[in-house]
């Protein structure tokens, strides 16, 4: 049961940290705005859910509303910033602020909740286990490959690729930056939404809730660096460590076990796990 959670609870935080780090990798940016894309999902989830629908509808409709503003997002915010990054910082810290306000002008403060994509127990060697946390693991096992596939097999991920090495060199050979820089917005933000709606059967929904998943999500990104690889040992490490804090120590360190450690790491290696 431990290692199921530990594994289960990774999955988790690396859903949650994906679209930060594509955006990070390719801009050199956090966006601070990513707890508000992450309630952007949920409430997908929570518009699906008012209108009667399959909740699983909700998905590609979050990742469609959250690429879509986050195209927005990046032509009118982020792109005249590129050059001054704390500047970037503070406009995403206060778009996240808006989106919070708009969500509760036009949804209240209420807390709600969403029918369960998937509902029951599995028998897991002997032992019953949530199906949805199993589910999680999937998904972020697929959205893992999913990434690596599209960084390595295609055109788009190779671009990237070259302007994360060198976005002056990648200029001179005729690569597009700036349409690079808006695909990858437009794809870790339409993933930070998806994310959202894979949270709400996890948690309950309200205008602040993606606040409380920024700060673990920003630190192991900065763990992480560029690499999705590095991202994932983080989130099973620190992942870990917070299940077996919560577990044999007490939930509330367990709730600030990821950032203290990382931090931690981040003191003694500022580099963190992509360190050379």
Not at 103 to 112: A, E, K, N, S
Not at 128 to 145: E, H, P, T
Not at 189 to 214: E, F, I, N, Q, R
């Amino acid at each position: 049961m431990l290692i199921l959670d530990i594994l289960t609870t990774a999955a988790v935080l690396f859903i949650v940290s994906a679209g930060l780090l594509a955006i990070f990798g390719v801009l050199k940016i956090i966006n601070f705005a990513h707890g508000a894309w992450l309630t952007i999902g949920a409430y997908c989830a929570v518009i699906v859910a008012g209108l009667g629908l399959n909740p699983w509808l909700a998905l590609p409709l979050a990742f469609l509303v959250g690429g879509a503003l986050g195209g927005v997002t990046e032509h009118f915010i982020v792109r005249p910033l590129y050059q001054r990054p704390l500047d970037a910082i503070l406009a995403t810290w206060g778009l996240g602020i808006v989106v919070g306000q708009l969500i509760t002008l036009w949804f209240g403060r209420d807390v709600q909740f969403t029918p369960g994509l998937l509902s029951g127990t599995v028998d897991v060697f002997g032992i019953s286990y949530s199906l949805y946390r199993l589910f999680a693991l999937g998904a972020a096992v697929v959205i893992g490959l999913g990434f690596a596939f599209l960084l390595e097999g295609t055109r788009l991920g190779l671009t990237a690729q070259a302007v994360i090495m060198n976005e002056t060199l990648a200029k001179g050979l005729g690569i597009d930056t700036g349409k690079v820089r808006l695909a990858t917005f437009v794809i870790g933000t339409g993933l930070t939404a998806l994310a959202g709606v894979l949270l709400t059967p996890l948690t309950s929904v309200d205008p602040t809730m993606g606040v409380a998943w920024l700060i673990g999500a920003f630190m192991l990104v900065m763990v992480a660096g560029s690499s999705f690889g590095a991202l994932a040992v983080a989130c099973l490490v620190f992942g870990g460590a917070q299940v077996i804090v919560s577990t044999f120590v007490s939930p509330i360190l367990g709730g600030i076990t990821v950032a203290v450690l990382c931090a931690l790491v981040l003191r003694i290696s500022p580099k963190g796990f992509a360190r050379a």
